[in-house]
């Protein structure tokens, strides 16, 4: 009888819920609230109960998570199909870059820059994960994130605002495809509202203390821009802001969230986050921190169990309205009619589909294409790089040179074949190179002891070679979900295994695989040839070889500054000037500056070299005095002045030079991503109007103020070309 009235065609999905949410209990509208991780895996403080299958079934779950598989959901959906309301489960998933074929870090793949291939990666993913019977994944993080100490800094898309929230773009409008409803998209979650990243110390799970204009200005645009592009659901956050925990938080849930911006999906806590309310001493137990989260405005209790034990008492008692249960169950009903759920509750169980996905070519060749543009060139003195295939003798040192699972990274799935599957890089060099060359390795040193006992041998086989590849950085589980680090320098005894075989002479390339930006001045210093690699999935042997050998031309930029030592952190581009800037990076004449350290960071945000050179001509304005509804038309001539084809981002900044409430030194305001050929010269235009330059002030109004600007465009975001324009209201 219910399926039936579900089905009825000419009803609007709202009328739908509504008719739906009539014939629910208390206890059944409660149940879709609830929210267990499904003991196939976890990714958090597991509670086991033991029942949970009687409890789908009597209909107190709505969604389950970790559970992956067409045979694993199909069962867990033919159970809620025996439950009264006969309402689908959804399965949830942290699919954060890939779920068979694993794609780079987000943070790396935000080094391309490259949204199209950003969105595509989400596609895949999707594509692969709804094969699999996945609805919803808990992706994309879009937390900026300034400070490298914390562990997820590798989940997003770095430090900036704009590049972020173009990129929160691309990653929801990936995961979604074509609209929710359809077989390979799945939901979207941005997260983690709010301020997640900016953690206190980059230490996992802690306090966040910011004014309400940065908070707005800075953190939040890149969920505004999630929610724009459609994203489904929101996950809030551990964190307290300003004192009151994300998960009760109204004003971030309700006035901003489905207030301002009308978010019309629905919003589910993090692992446990109601129930830690408790924790934060904001809430006495968890009847209260129920009470709290279900009034703030989180839909969705993930794993706390507090809803499903203290909800209905608390309406009963008239402490939560029954309007807002009903509001959050509206909101998860409407997004499981959607997704097709009602109509077909095994839509994404089908095995063939399953089965096509699982080793899909086409999938893994993008990895490799993604990897590759994912790369960073930090260094290349006297152009050692590219390699010829024709060198003789290649050494490959160091602890990665050979390791298998370090290349996924964090937040990727094992399977059993990943031996098979993934390419090392010593197994992508010997694709690259076939017999044209002789491969030497020696491991040198593990990842993060003391031992020197490798070095020898190491050293030994840097003497046979002509050229030594050394391969060094952080496990792929020391970035991820509670992994800051205090201590970002080249674990263990790697930076001296680099200097141990500088010795030698020999040429030295180092490879720097990590989730985040590593602190290795010495090897900055003193090594011609630096590529970061970060952690770039199923294909990071082939991709690191084709950039070594010159079949691809490096052109990824930084999305994240490089501090010089931990003491610098937080250090992030657009910063404010203060009252005292330093004139120089050495200067320390009382201004703002660390008396024992320079001040720029060590490889600043939108930094990365190419094999080729681009110069940039001056900028040319197209006015310099403007009013209100005109467009500044600011173009530069970028010309490749090297040896190769190659592709750079031209970058546009902007500054505010007064403002009513101090503005950063510099705000990146667009970019675009160019292929010259050797030889080519193009010119890039840019246009802004008011709308670019608004900001919040302190009354959190948003909007633009008369003055002069300064507009600046470059390769990166400390080698620019200047103008200045006058903007007139
Ligand atoms: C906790 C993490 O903070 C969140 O990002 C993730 O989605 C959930 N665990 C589920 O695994």
Request: glycine share 8%.
């Amino acid at each position: 009888m219910v399926q039936v009235l579900f089905c009825t065609a000419q009803k609007t999905i709202d009328q739908k819920v509504d008719s739906v949410l009539k014939l629910m209990t208390l206890d059944e509208k409660i149940g879709q609230m609830n929210q267990y991780n499904g003991d196939f895996d976890a990714t958090g403080p597991i509670t086991q109960d033991g029942d949970k299958q009687n409890q789908i079934r009597a209909g107190k779950l709505g969604s389950v998570l970790n559970v992956t598989g067409v045979a694993h959901t199909r069962t867990l959906q033919e159970i809620a199909m025996q439950s009264r309301m006969k309402i689908p489960l959804l399965f949830g998933q942290d699919i954060i870059h890939g779920y068979r074929t694993i794609f780079p870090l987000p943070l790396a793949e935000a080094a391309s820059w490259d949204l199209p291939a950003i969105g595509k990666s989400a596609r895949i993913a999707a594509t692969e994960a709804s094969a699999a019977g996945i609805h919803w994944t808990f992706a994309p993080m879009v937390d900026i994130a300034r400070d490298p100490r914390w562990g997820r800094v590798m989940e997003g898309a770095g430090e900036d605002t704009y590049l972020g929230s173009r990129i929160a773009t691309a990653r929801v409008k990936g995961f979604q495809g074509s609209g929710l409803g359809n077989t390979d998209a799945v939901m979207a979650c941005a997260k983690h509202f709010a301020a997640y990243g900016a953690a206190v110390g980059g230490r996992d799970y802690n306090s966040v203390d910011m004014s309400l204009r940065q908070l707005n200005e800075v953190y939040l645009p890149p969920f505004k821009a999630a929610v724009d592009a459609g994203a489904a659901t929101i996950m809030n956050s551990f964190n307290d802001l300003n004192g009151t925990p994300a998960t009760g938080n109204k004003y971030l849930q309700r006035d901003i969230l489905k207030g301002q911006w009308k978010f019309k999906g629905f919003v589910v806590s993090d692992w446990g986050s109601v129930g830690e309310m408790i924790n934060h001493g904001y809430a006495k137990d968890n009847y209260e921190a129920a009470m709290l989260a279900a009034n703030a405005g989180s839909d969705m209790d993930m794993e706390s169990r507090s809803y499903i034990r203290n909800l209905a008492k608390l309406v009963n008692d008239g402490k939560v309205e029954l309007s807002v249960i009903d509001e959050a169950v509206k909101r998860i009903l409407k997004k499981k009619f959607e997704m097709g759920l009602f109509k077909d509750p095994y839509r994404f169980c089908d095995e063939a589909r399953e089965k096509q996905q699982w080793d899909n070519t086409d999938n893994i060749n993008f990895s490799r294409e993604i990897a590759k543009k994912s790369i960073v060139l930090l260094k290349n003195e006297k152009q050692l790089l590219p390699l010829s295939r024709q060198q003789k003798n290649i050494a490959l040192v160091g602890p990665f040179v050979k390791a298998v699972r370090d290349n996924l990274g964090f937040w990727s799935y094992t399977w059993p074949d990943d031996t098979a599957r993934i390419v090392t890089l010593w197994q992508g060099i010997q694709n690259k190179v076939g017999s044209n060359a002789n491969l030497l390795y020696a491991k040198g040193c593990n990842i993060n002891d003391s031992l020197k006992n490798g070095f020898d041998e190491a050293v030994a086989v840097a003497k046979q070679s002509d050229i030594v590849i050394l391969s060094v950085g952080e496990a792929s589980n020391m970035t991820g979900e509670a992994k800051s680090r205090s201590n970002l320098h080249l674990p263990g005894v790697q930076e001296e295994l680099i200097k141990t075989i500088a010795q030698t002479g020999k040429p030295i390339i180092v490879l720097i695989s990590a989730g985040r930006p590593l602190v290795f001045n010495w090897t900055a210093d003193n090594v011609p040839a630096i590529v970061y690699t970060w952690w770039l999935g199923t294909q990071a042997g082939n991709a690191i070889a084709d950039v070594l050998f010159g079949d691809y031309n490096p052109a990824g930029k930084l999305p994240i500054s490089f501090p010089r030592t931990e003491g610098q952190i937080p250090v992030y581009y657009n910063h404010y000037n203060t009252g005292r800037p330093a004139k120089n990076d050495k200067d320390v004449n009382y201004v703002s500056a660390y008396t024992d350290l320079l001040n720029s960071p060590k490889y600043c945000f939108g930094y990365g070299l190419s094999y080729t050179k681009f110069d940039y001509s001056a900028i040319s304005l197209n006015k310099t005095t403007l009013n209100a509804a005109d467009k500044l038309e600011a173009s530069v001539t970028v010309s490749n002045t090297g040896d190769y084809d190659g592709e750079e981002v031209v970058q546009l900044y902007v500054r505010d030079m007064v403002g009513s409430v101090v503005r950063p030194i510099k705000e990146l305001k667009g970019f675009q991503k160019i292929w010259l050929k050797k030889g080519e010269s193009r010119e890039v235009k840019f246009t802004i109007t008011v709308n670019d330059l608004k900001f919040f002030d302190d009354a959190l109004k948003y909007d633009w103020e008369a003055g002069e600007f300064e507009i600046m465009i470059g390769g990166n975001s400390q080698d620019v070309k200047r103008g200045k324009v006058v903007w007139n209201k």
